[in-house]
């Protein structure tokens, strides 16, 4: 389920409420201008929401947004689509720098407005135009609206909290590209006297047997924090996918069979299942970093061995992964950190693999969430939306 579908299923939109606020668009399409009107008078009116807004022009090209957001809420169609467009309008607000509790404050203005509408001024009318039983009409039509308002808040909450995670992966992320520039050179310095080092003990016929494990080790550990920079500065890089048709049955048996002697090794069995179309415009290269990321991450949950369950779904919209393992699982509290560079649970781990698995599915226009119960195993779930 992708997060739209979620959303809706969670404040009970259907498709009565869908078809009911499309019956009640030609009722409050003519009171739009005066929401419009009052919702910008009521920023208007606050120095600091106020001093968001550049000039005129702007006020009047996000009034003619505002006129089509009102449409689109009363007309859908609710689909992906509908979900992608209003976060859109959403990030612009953020974008602009309008405080939160401007824009919550003036949903709620919107709310109420539309309430009064319904219960007091076309009450009669409403009951006239919709095909419900009129003894619950007004409850009814309220309901829908109160939903979809619902829903409409809670992509503007998201639309919030997507910067906020940004800003939040921004700061370690700057901080750990400069600290791997700094200490780029410095290790292919150590690297390169250590080989120099070993090359001299030799020539002066030195037992270099006897130091074998300590260049051995020495070596391993370089060759780690190299890897760790490496993935430092891959992560700082912008994503960059070329789009091909690739079908994600095709792409899973060619990971099955890149790691089947891992899984054998660690008695872990992989089961694949595949429900309609899941053929995809998408990066194969890219992805399949992203999945070998959860099938390590699942088989290192699971020491004792166990089962990875993945169900690929292709629907309308998009083709959904949901990569699931019967590991040890984590406390549901941590899950939203699971994404943070650096973050890990893991005693030898870098917390950088995750974070790039993310960078990955958010440039496919994706997302990429977590389940899991400590004892009780981890789901990871795959949104890939189609490309429009």
């Given at each position: 389920m992708n997060l739209f579908d979620e959303i809706k299923s969670y404040v009970g939109f259907n498709d009565d409420d869908a078809r009911r606020l499309r019956q009640l668009h030609p009722t409050v399409e003519p009171y739009f201008n005066a929401i419009v009107r009052q919702f910008y008078d009521r920023l208007m009116q606050h120095p600091r929401a106020r001093g968001v807004f550049t000039g005129?022009?702007?006020?009047?090209?996000?009034?003619?947004?505002?006129?089509?957001?009102?449409?689109?809420?009363?007309?859908?169609?609710?689909?992906?689509?509908?979900?992608?467009?209003?976060?859109?309008?959403?990030?612009?607000?953020?974008?602009?720098?309008?405080?939160?509790?401007?824009m919550f404050g003036a949903m709620n203005l919107i709310?109420?407005?539309?309430?009064?509408?319904?219960?007091?001024e076309v009450c009669e009318e409403i009951v006239e135009t919709l095909d419900d039983d009129p003894q619950h009409l007004p409850a009814s039509a309220v309901a829908s609206v109160e939903k979809i308002l619902d829903i409409e808040l809670t992509i503007m909450v998201q639309s919030y909290w997507d910067e906020l995670m940004q800003q939040k992966l921004e700061i370690p992320a700057a901080l750990a590209t400069g600290l791997a520039h700094e200490v780029r050179n410095p290790l292919n310095s150590i690297a390169l006297q250590m080989t120099l080092l070993e090359r001299k003990l030799r020539a002066k016929n030195v037992d270099v047997d006897t130091f074998e494990p300590v260049?051995?080790?020495?070596?391993?550990?370089?060759?780690?924090?190299?890897?760790?920079?490496?993935?430092?500065?891959?992560?700082?890089?912008?994503?960059?996918?070329?789009?091909?048709?690739?079908?994600?049955?095709?792409?899973?048996?060619?990971?099955?069979?890149?790691?089947?002697?891992?899984?054998?090794?660690?008695?872990?069995?992989?089961?694949?299942s595949v429900r309609g179309d899941v053929e995809l415009q998408c990066d194969p290269n890219r992805l399949n970093q992203v999945f070998?990321?959860?099938?390590?991450?699942?088989?290192?949950?699971?020491?004792?061995?166990?089962?990875?369950g993945v169900e690929i779904e292709g629907k309308d919209e998009g083709v959904v992964v949901e990569f699931s393992d019967d590991g040890i699982g984590?406390?549901?509290?941590?899950?939203?950190?699971?994404?943070?560079?650096?973050?890990?649970?893991?005693?030898?781990?870098?917390?950088?693999?995750l974070a790039i698995a993310r960078k990955i599915v958010e440039a496919h226009d994706g997302s990429i969430d977590v389940m899991s119960h400590r004892g009780n195993g981890t789901t990871f779930t795959v949104y890939l939306p189609r490309p429009v």
């Open positions: 005129p022009e702007q006020i009047k090209r996000l009034r003619t947004s505002l006129q089509g957001w009102l449409q689109g809420v009363f007309t859908g169609p609710y689909d992906q689509k509908y979900f992608q467009k209003r976060k859109r309008i959403g990030q612009a607000h953020v974008d602009v720098g309008l405080l939160p509790q401007f709310r109420t407005q539309f309430l009064e509408i319904l219960c007091d260049f051995d080790a020495m070596n391993t550990e370089l060759r780690r924090i190299k890897q760790m920079n490496s993935e430092i500065l891959d992560f700082a890089k912008p994503v960059d996918i070329e789009r091909i048709p690739v079908d994600l049955r095709e792409l899973f048996d060619e990971i099955r069979q890149s790691h089947q002697l891992t899984l054998d090794a660690g008695d872990v069995d992989m089961e694949v070998v990321n959860l099938l390590t991450n699942a088989m290192e949950a699971m020491p004792e061995g166990g089962t990875i984590m406390a549901p509290a941590k899950t939203h950190q699971i994404f943070d560079l650096f973050y890990t649970t893991k005693t030898a781990g870098t917390g950088i693999g």
